[in-house]
Structures are given as structure tokens and as C-alpha cells.
């Protein structure tokens, strides 16, 4: 029987073993992390991580050929194909600080696979690395291996969170990298025979080790790149009277640039674009390219300044003041269909509201009180790293509330400012929520997702990204 284990039981790890055990009923898959809470989550009743479909796949395998587990050594030694999906933050201090990628976590793991293998294994990245990473991890097993044979795969994910298992189940394509000798293609016709028991092998590309390392990192940024063009003209169509939702409607039915990625918002925010597009950006410094990496951080910039825009048009529109003002936050998550809040738009939101000293009361279906409160005391970059790095006991913010209720969120509320575009924002009783508001009565929509004119008809004052402004908020412009 092949054994499969995989370091690191997280976003992509946890869904992505669960589906391979799934599929290939005759692979003993395992999944080790140090930290014991989460093993004992994805043991138990409520996973630590919520996606559509990944309960049912989970209880399907669970105790039969899927395991979870704390006893990383044991998994690792006994396994065929050891996959790495460790955090790799960016760096905080020293050299390539705010840009590179820190490795100590992908480091370690490939010094305790070396040391406690007895017999050759395929390594596979599965974490998002730079691009060259693959030769630095092949050195350290090479140089601590014992005569052990180790070959090292790049494996990278390509889930949308809140769609991960039919990303997993229908992928666009599974990108295997390896070393073009005998023994790499060897270990990447191993890696490759996996995906083969339900991926249709045309989906299934063959590159080189540098080449899959590199594709990842340039697929997030031409994704992020997509959002922060239709975020720019946003800006644009609210200055000159133009509705970007018909503009960006219009530019997607061109079949040389397509619709996905064209919906102006608040700005994008999840685990990867940013941190993918600045070790880009470290990457091309570090290759004597300045102009490419100015480019690319552009496209940092850009989100930024949406993000500062947003906060700006909430604060001019209410008499160039939030203090003491109670402002209901619908939705932390960074996107619906998931309770990832990592880099999600709303943190800076609320750090910009909460500095002018507004009232805040946030709702979010997935999203828990205590990781909110962390989410909004945590320094830039601290999420990335492993749970019991990050602060135990979260800086109250007076100013703050959490709510499990829309309603509860926006009573008495002067403003609402919708950031995740969850489905029953849609559905709520706005003239209910319009009777228990303080007068006049705004809402901030960060997604685009509600129906401004049945608003207006309400008697709200509605701000829409990149659409015609309201008269009363002409008379406001946002400085940013």
C-alpha cells in the first residue's frame, strides 16, 4: 500500500489529503501537525475550517485510509510521498523584510524529514515558495540524507477558498514540477499516477522544478492584477458619472480578457495575493529586474488605496466624522463561503474606523468573535504564522462589538458598510433595519451586491463602488 503524509494540517493540506483519500481508497493518506487542537478538530464533529462539501469527504475517509494525527516522525518515516504545507510568511525583520518569504518552517521540516527517514522519498511543496526554493530544501535533505535518496517535487494548489472541493474534484489543471534527470521524471510519474485515478491526464502538465514554482506565484499575480485594474476604474467611474459594473461587463464580453475577476469591491484580500505578489516583487529585486517588481507592486498599491478610498468616502459622507458613531460591519470574512479572515479587506477597514474612533458592530456568519478581536490587534504579517505564535490573549478594543445577528448589528446603528458579499446580506429586511437606524441613514456597499435604487426608495443614502454617486455624496468627496 502507498503511504501518503502531509506536514501541515491547514487550508490546503486538510482538503486536499481528504480528497485524495477520497479518490484513492487504496492510498493510506496522513496528515501530521505539532499543533494538537487542530488534529483534534479534524477529528472530531466540527472541523477546524469551514468549505462546502469537505464534512462529507472528510467523514467518508476518516479511520479508514484518511488519518489525522500529532505523531508527525512516525507518519513521516513510514511514508512513500511526504508532502510540506507549512506556512511560509513573509518576513517581518532582516533581510527582505514586508517582501520575502521566511522559510524557517519549510527549513525544519525538511531537516526532520532527513533525519528521521529510513528509506527514499518523494518530497513534494505543496506550500506556496519562491521560486528556487526546491534547490535550497534538496540541499538540506542531500547534505543530512544518510545515503537515503530523496526527490523533490513542486506541487502547487490552485483552490479558491469557499470552492476548494470542487476545485479538487474538477481541477483546470495539476501542475507537477521535478528534476529533468531519470530518477525526477521517475517521481513525478509517481505523483502524477495519484492524480490519474480522477484527473483526466490532459489536465494533468509536467514542468520543470522552476517552472511550477514560478507558475503559482505568476497565476495569483495576474489574478490580484485582474481586481486592482477594475478597481482603479472604479475610482474613475465615480469621478466622471460611469458605472463600473457596466464597464467591467462590457470589457469581459471581449474573449481575449473574459469576466472572472472583474467585479470591483472594497479590495481582495485571502492568504495569498498579497504575500504571493510581494515575494514576486523581492524576487525580481533580488534578479536585478526593478522595473518588474515596480510594476507588480503596483498592483499592492492599488488594493491599498481602495481600502483607504472606502474608509475615506464612509467618514466624508457623515460629516468628515465617525467618533462615537455606531457602524455596523456586515460580513470579516475575506470572501462568502469560507470564515478565512486572513488579510481580508474588512481588518483595515475597521483599523481605519476604529482610529477616527467610530462605534463598531461587526456580524459575520463564519467568522468568531475571538478571531475578530485577534484579527484587529495582530501586526501586519503575524496571521501567517503558527497558531501558538500569534498573540494568546487579544488587545480588547473597547470600541467593538460582535453580534450574531444582522439586525443586533446595524440597531441604532448611523451606517452600514457591507464587506463580504454572503447571500443573505442580500435577503434582509432593510426597511426593518432602516426603522431601527439613526437618521439619515447610510449604507456603504463594499461588494456591489445590493440593489441601490430599492434602497434610495427606503430612505437610505447608498454608496456603491464605482457607480453614480448619490447627490448627497457629490457633495462629499472622499480625499484620499
Same mark, same amino acid.
Given at each position: 500500500?502507498?503511504?501518503?503524509?502531509?506536514?501541515?494540517?491547514?487550508?490546503?493540506?486538510?482538503?486536499?489529503?481528504?480528497?485524495?483519500?477520497?479518490?484513492?481508497?487504496?492510498?493510506?493518506?496522513?496528515?501530521?501537525?505539532?499543533?494538537?487542537?487542530?488534529?483534534?478538530?479534524?477529528?472530531?464533529?466540527?472541523?477546524?475550517?469551514?468549505?462546502?462539501?469537505?464534512?462529507?469527504?472528510?467523514?467518508?475517509?476518516?479511520?479508514?485510509?484518511?488519518?489525522?494525527?500529532?505523531?508527525?516522525?512516525?507518519?513521516?518515516?513510514?511514508?512513500?510521498?511526504?508532502?510540506?504545507?507549512?506556512?511560509?510568511?513573509?518576513?517581518?525583520?532582516?533581510?527582505?523584510?514586508?517582501?520575502?518569504?521566511?522559510?524557517?518552517?519549510?527549513?525544519?521540516?525538511?531537516?526532520?524529514?532527513?533525519?528521521?527517514?529510513?528509506?527514499?522519498?518523494?518530497?513534494?511543496?505543496?506550500?506556496?515558495?519562491?521560486?528556487?526554493?526546491?534547490?535550497?530544501?534538496?540541499?538540506?535533505?542531500?547534505?543530512?540524507?544518510?545515503?537515503?535518496?530523496?526527490?523533490?517535487?513542486?506541487?502547487?494548489?490552485?483552490?479558491?477558498?469557499? $470552492?476548494? &472541493?470542487?476545485?479538487? *474534484?474538477?481541477?483546470?489543471? +495539476?501542475?507537477? %514540477? =521535478?528534476?529533468?534527470?531519470?530518477?525526477?521524471?521517475?517521481?513525478?510519474?509517481?505523483?502524477?499516477?495519484?492524480?490519474?485515478?480522477?484527473?483526466?491526464?490532459?489536465?494533468?502538465?509536467?514542468?520543470?522544478?522552476?517552472?511550477?514554482?514560478?507558475?503559482?506565484?505568476?497565476?495569483?499575480?495576474?489574478?490580484?492584477?485582474?481586481?486592482?485594474?477594475?478597481?482603479?476604474?472604479?475610482?474613475?467611474?465615480?469621478?466622471?458619472?460611469?458605472?463600473?459594473?457596466?464597464?467591467?461587463?462590457?470589457?469581459?464580453?471581449? $474573449?481575449? &480578457?473574459?469576466?472572472? *475577476?472583474?467585479?470591483?469591491? +472594497?479590495?481582495? %484580500? =485571502?492568504?495569498?495575493?498579497?504575500?504571493?505578489?510581494?515575494?514576486?516583487?523581492?524576487?525580481?529585486?533580488?534578479?536585478?529586474?526593478?522595473?518588474?517588481?515596480?510594476?507588480?507592486?503596483?498592483?499592492?498599491?492599488?488594493?491599498?488605496?481602495?481600502?483607504?478610498?472606502?474608509?475615506?468616502?464612509?467618514?466624508?459622507?457623515?460629516?468628515?466624522?465617525?467618533?462615537?458613531?455606531?457602524?455596523?460591519?456586515?460580513?470579516?470574512?475575506?470572501?462568502?463561503?469560507?470564515?478565512?479572515?486572513?488579510?481580508?479587506?474588512?481588518?483595515?477597514?475597521?483599523?481605519?474606523?476604529?482610529?477616527?474612533?467610530?462605534?463598531?458592530?461587526?456580524?459575520?456568519?463564519?467568522?468568531?468573535?475571538?478571531?475578530?478581536?485577534?484579527?484587529?490587534?495582530?501586526?501586519?504579517?503575524?496571521?501567517?504564522?503558527?497558531?501558538?505564535?500569534?498573540?494568546?490573549?487579544?488587545?480588547?478594543?473597547?470600541?467593538?462589538?460582535?453580534?450574531?445577528?444582522?439586525?443586533?448589528?446595524?440597531?441604532?446603528?448611523?451606517?452600514?458598510?457591507?464587506?463580504?458579499?454572503?447571500?443573505?446580506?442580500?435577503?434582509?429586511?432593510?426597511?426593518?433595519?432602516?426603522?431601527?437606524?439613526?437618521?439619515?441613514?447610510?449604507?456603504?456597499?463594499?461588494?456591489?451586491?445590493?440593489?441601490?435604487?430599492?434602497?434610495?426608495?427606503?430612505?437610505?443614502?447608498?454608496?456603491?463602488?464605482?457607480?453614480?454617486?448619490?447627490?448627497?455624496?457629490?457633495?462629499?468627496?472622499?480625499?484620499?
Amino acid at each position: 500500500m502507498v503511504k501518503i503524509c502531509c506536514i501541515g494540517a491547514g487550508y490546503v493540506g486538510g482538503p486536499t489529503m481528504a480528497v485524495i483519500a477520497l479518490k484513492c481508497p487504496e492510498i493510506e493518506v496522513a496528515v501530521v501537525d505539532i499543533a494538537a487542537p487542530r488534529i483534534n478538530a479534524w477529528n472530531s464533529e466540527q472541523l477546524p475550517i469551514y468549505e462546502p462539501g469537505l464534512d462529507d469527504v472528510v467523514k467518508q475517509c476518516r479511520g479508514k485510509n484518511l488519518f489525522f494525527s500529532t505523531d508527525v516522525e512516525r507518519h513521516v518515516c513510514e511514508a512513500d510521498i511526504v508532502f510540506v504545507s507549512v506556512n511560509t510568511p513573509t518576513k517581518t525583520r532582516g533581510l527582505g523584510a514586508g517582501k520575502a518569504a521566511d522559510l524557517t518552517y519549510w527549513e525544519s521540516a525538511a531537516r526532520m524529514i532527513a533525519d528521521v527517514s529510513k528509506s527514499s522519498k518523494i518530497v513534494v511543496e505543496k506550500s506556496t515558495v519562491p521560486v528556487k526554493t526546491a534547490e535550497a530544501i534538496e540541499k538540506i535533505l542531500t547534505h543530512n540524507s544518510k545515503g537515503i535518496n530523496f526527490q523533490i517535487l513542486s506541487n502547487p494548489e490552485f483552490l479558491a477558498e469557499g $470552492t476548494a &472541493i470542487d476545485d479538487l *474534484f474538477k481541477p483546470d489543471r +495539476v501542475l507537477i %514540477g =521535478g528534476r529533468e534527470t531519470p530518477e525526477g521524471a521517475k517521481a513525478v510519474k509517481a505523483l502524477k499516477d495519484v492524480y490519474a485515478h480522477w484527473v483526466p491526464e490532459d489536465r494533468i502538465i509536467c514542468t520543470n522544478l522552476w517552472s511550477a514554482e514560478l507558475s503559482k506565484l505568476a497565476a495569483n499575480a495576474f489574478l490580484a492584477q485582474r481586481i486592482s485594474s477594475v478597481n482603479s476604474m472604479s475610482a474613475l467611474c465615480e469621478a466622471t458619472g460611469a458605472d463600473v459594473t457596466q464597464v467591467s461587463h462590457a470589457v469581459g464580453k471581449d $474573449t481575449r &480578457i473574459g469576466s472572472k *475577476f472583474l467585479n470591483a469591491s +472594497v479590495g481582495f %484580500g =485571502g492568504s495569498c495575493f498579497q504575500k504571493d505578489i510581494l515575494n514576486l516583487v523581492y524576487i525580481c529585486e533580488c534578479n536585478g529586474l526593478p522595473e518588474v517588481a515596480h510594476y507588480w507592486k503596483q498592483v499592492i498599491l492599488m488594493n491599498d488605496y481602495q481600502k483607504t478610498r472606502f474608509v475615506n468616502r464612509v467618514v466624508a459622507s457623515m460629516f468628515n466624522t465617525v467618533s462615537n458613531k455606531k457602524i455596523a460591519i456586515l460580513g470579516f470574512a475575506f470572501k462568502k463561503d469560507t470564515g478565512d479572515t486572513r488579510e481580508t479587506p474588512a481588518i483595515d477597514v475597521c483599523k481605519g474606523l476604529l482610529g477616527d474612533k467610530a462605534q463598531l458592530s461587526i456580524y459575520d456568519p463564519q467568522v468568531s468573535e475571538d478571531q475578530i478581536r485577534k484579527d484587529l490587534s495582530m501586526n501586519k504579517f503575524d496571521w501567517d504564522h503558527p497558531a501558538h505564535l500569534q498573540p494568546s490573549s487579544p488587545t480588547a478594543i473597547k470600541q467593538l462589538s460582535v453580534v450574531w445577528d444582522a439586525y443586533e448589528a446595524t440597531k441604532d446603528a448611523h451606517a452600514v458598510c457591507l464587506l463580504t458579499e454572503w447571500d443573505e446580506f442580500r435577503n434582509l429586511d432593510y426597511q426593518r433595519i432602516f426603522d431601527n437606524m439613526q437618521k439619515p441613514a447610510f449604507i456603504f456597499d463594499g461588494r456591489n451586491v445590493m440593489d441601490a435604487e430599492k434602497l434610495r426608495s427606503i430612505g437610505f443614502i447608498v454608496y456603491s463602488i464605482g457607480k453614480p454617486l448619490d447627490a448627497w455624496l457629490k457633495d462629499m468627496p472622499a480625499v484620499a
